[in-house]
Nanobody
Framework: QAQLVESGGGSVQSGGSLTLSCAASGSIGGTFCMAWFRQALGKEREGVASIDTYAATSYADSVKDRFTISIDAAKNTLYLHMNSLKPEDTAMYYC?????????????????????????????WGQGTQVTVSP
């Protein structure tokens, strides 16, 4: 049973940067798909980015070229580096994990892979960390 704990959220001004962390403990096996989701007030939870066993990444269109997902296997920690933040990025951000070995994604051209995963694909979730971006 995997446990996920997010940290790093906070309040920033538009154009600023934040890095979220997700510390994983327990085990989901030797393969994985890990992802970040977010949920704004009054909206559905949406996938933001994913990374899998093979270090393949994918992103939502709305965060393309601004967010970067990475993982430090030695520290069992997932990261989301967020740059050029916009007010519309304001949301609760959640870390999620699945056994993998890969994540659902599709090539969208120009060396960009679109994240296709949904909530139902991930059995393990963190408690969330709030990100607030002011104009």
């Amino acid at each position: 049973q995997a446990q996920l704990v997010e940290s790093g959220g906070g309040s920033v001004q538009s154009g600023g940067s934040l890095t979220l962390s997700c510390a994983a403990s327990g085990s989901i096996g030797g393969t994985f798909c890990m992802a970040w989701f977010r949920q704004a007030l009054g909206k559905e939870r949406e996938g933001v980015a994913s990374i899998d066993t093979y270090a393949a990444t994918s992103y939502a269109d709305s965060v393309k070229d601004r967010f970067t997902i990475s993982i430090d296997a030695a520290k069992n920690t997932l990261y989301l580096h967020m740059n050029s933040l916009k007010p519309e990025d304001t949301a609760m951000y959640y870390c999620a994990a699945d056994r993998g070995p890969s994540c659902s994604r599709a090539y969208a051209g120009d060396n960009f892979y679109r994240f296709l995963g949904s909530e139902a694909d991930f059995p393990y979730w963190g408690q969330g960390t709030q990100v607030t971006v002011s104009p």
